[in-house]
């Protein structure tokens, strides 16, 4: 078989992960714990100041069409009705296969007791899938390229989350994508080439002050379920040295063993790497994953900037 072939083979292979009911469509985020707001809206605002924030993730590097996920983040309190307003960009890639998203996030916050909060979120918003099979090369023609060479569906959707947070612990449940859109071919026919699969993801954390301002260890685990696909659970720790420096190790059962970094430029900015090493079937043929994250605290109308902030 020759080269042709098998990047054609390994094309169908990234589509069926894509577009099947039984696969994982929402992208992966190593450092999630950066940025919970990516998967849960109940977080917005949370963190009592106007923030922004991005990342890029090159997935199983060295193999062709890996997947590159791109995202930008922003939100802010609004502390006179006491909820939290977000916003959230997603560009996710896989060879042929375009996703964008576009969702807006509400969340309302409750004081339960003194530093102790439970926030209850909404988000809504859509997504833009573009399929293009038609610059794939091939030895012979194949009828499905030239039938379905090239499908554009636009999927609203909406989502919820619940956020419950004090100064050294947090927990919180999520479904990002509710309905379950059905993807058709291009002439909207009643033939459903995938679905929009619900993602159910459960997070927590606690972190450990073992020297105030000198060192302290935040552990966390992320559990993740997806309908028709086998669940994947990891868990994290990570060392806090003088507020500023972050070092830290993930396992996600099965599938990677993660080294991330966090650094605290000063009081607003904060910049994250982290690197996966494939523990799954992919090992033999990836050279792993990178991941790259930057973040921006700023004040308006009275907000105070609060440094550090764990969660």
């Keep these: 078989?020759?080269?042709?072939?098998?990047?054609?083979?390994?094309?169908?292979?990234?589509?069926?992960?894509?577009?099947?009911?039984?696969?994982?469509?929402?992208?992966?985020?190593?450092?999630?714990?950066?940025?919970?707001?990516?998967?849960?809206?109940?977080?917005?605002?949370?963190?009592g100041m106007t923030n922004i924030s991005g990342s890029f993730r090159k997935q199983w590097v060295s193999m062709d069409w890996s997947p590159m996920t791109t995202t930008l983040w922003a939100s802010t309190p609004y502390n006179k009705y006491d909820v939290g307003l977000g916003l959230t960009f997603l560009n996710d890639q896989i060879g042929p296969v375009n996703q964008t998203g576009l969702y807006f996030d509400y969340a309302?916050?409750?004081?339960?007791?003194k530093n102790r909060t439970l926030s209850l979120g909404l988000k809504a918003g859509f997504n833009y899938m573009d399929v293009n099979l038609l610059n794939l090369t091939i030895n012979e023609p194949?009828?499905?390229?030239?039938?379905?060479?090239?499908?554009?569906?636009?999927?609203?959707?909406?989502?919820?989350?619940?956020?419950?947070?004090?100064?050294?612990?947090?927990?919180?449940?999520s479904i990002?994508?509710?309905?379950?859109?059905?993807?058709?071919?291009?002439?909207?026919?009643?033939?459903?080439?995938?679905?929009?699969?619900?993602?159910?993801?459960?997070?927590?954390?606690?972190?450990?002050?073992?020297?105030?301002?000198?060192?302290?260890?935040?552990?966390?685990t992320m559990t993740r379920i997806v309908n028709g696909s086998p669940g994947s659970f990891e868990i994290s720790a990570t060392g806090i040295i003088y507020d500023r420096v972050w070092l830290?190790?993930?396992y996600r059962f099965a599938?990677?063993?993660t080294a991330h970094a966090r650094f605290q430029i000063d009081d607003q900015i904060q910049l994250g790497y982290s690197y996966d090493l494939n523990n799954s079937r992919l090992k033999y043929r990836s050279s792993?994953?990178?991941?790259?994250?930057?973040?921006?605290?700023?004040?308006?109308?009275?907000?105070?900037?609060?440094?550090?902030r764990y969660f």
């Design 1 to 47: 078989m020759n080269t042709r072939k098998l990047k054609y083979g390994f094309i169908v292979l990234l589509l069926m992960f894509s577009f099947s009911g039984f696969s994982q469509q929402d992208p992966l985020f190593t450092q999630y714990m950066n940025n919970p707001g990516l998967i849960n809206p109940a977080y917005a605002g949370s963190k």
């Design 255 to 257: 599938h990677a063993i």
């Design 108 to 113: 309302k916050y409750f004081t339960l007791a």
């Design 288 to 308: 792993g994953s990178h991941e790259i994250f930057l973040s921006y605290d700023f004040s308006i109308k009275g907000q105070r900037i609060l440094s550090p």
């Design 176 to 220: 990002p994508k509710i309905i379950r859109n059905a993807i058709r071919d291009r002439d909207n026919t009643l033939e459903v080439l995938g679905r929009e699969e619900q993602h159910y993801y459960l997070t927590a954390g606690y972190l450990f002050t073992i020297k105030e301002s000198v060192f302290s260890m935040k552990t966390s």
């Design 248 to 250: 830290g190790l993930t």
């Design 142 to 173: 194949d009828p499905l390229l030239a039938l379905n060479g090239r499908n554009k569906s636009f999927l609203p959707n909406f989502g919820v989350g619940a956020y419950y947070f004090t100064n050294s612990f947090y927990v919180g449940l």
